[in-house]
């Protein structure tokens, strides 16, 4: 079994900043990316895809990073410790979301990085909430 773990959530102002943590373990599996997406209020109903945040590859560290977070949001790894990060800066209240960590294998039949089905296993989500 593959465990996908997000931690760093909390209340935090507008302007503020947050640090979110995700970390692979169990069963030894490839990695051929991670990524994060949210989920706002609202908008978590079965069914409904979870919105592109950020995505990291895992051989060279490129990003791919959503419009509405370009220039604000940050998304590194550490392959030793098969964890990924996002920092947050410069937040709003419309970043408010339960944020979900993935978790592409190297086997996954896709190579793109920002679409749900790209992603095998995600975490349970940590919620951010950003006060007006």
């Known amino acids: 079994q593959v465990n996908v773990a997000e931690a760093g959530g909390g209340l935090v102002q507008a302007g503020g900043s947050l640090r979110l943590s995700c970390a692979v373990s169990g069963r030894p599996v490839s990695t051929y990316a991670m990524a994060w997406f949210r989920q706002a209020p609202g908008r978590q109903a079965p069914g409904k895809e979870r919105d592109f945040v950020a995505a990291i590859s895992w051989t060279d560290g490129s990003a791919d990073y959503a419009d509405s977070v370009k220039g604000r949001f940050a998304i590194t790894r550490d392959t030793a410790k098969n964890t990924i990060y996002l920092q947050m800066d410069s937040l709003k209240p419309e970043d408010t979301a339960v944020y979900y960590c993935?978790?592409?294998?190297?086997?996954?039949?896709?190579?793109?990085?920002?679409?749900?089905?790209?992603?095998?296993?995600w975490g349970q989500g940590t919620q951010v909430t950003v006060s007006s």
């Open positions: 993935a978790h592409k294998p190297r086997t996954s039949a896709t190579t793109t990085m920002t679409n749900n089905n790209d992603y095998t296993y």
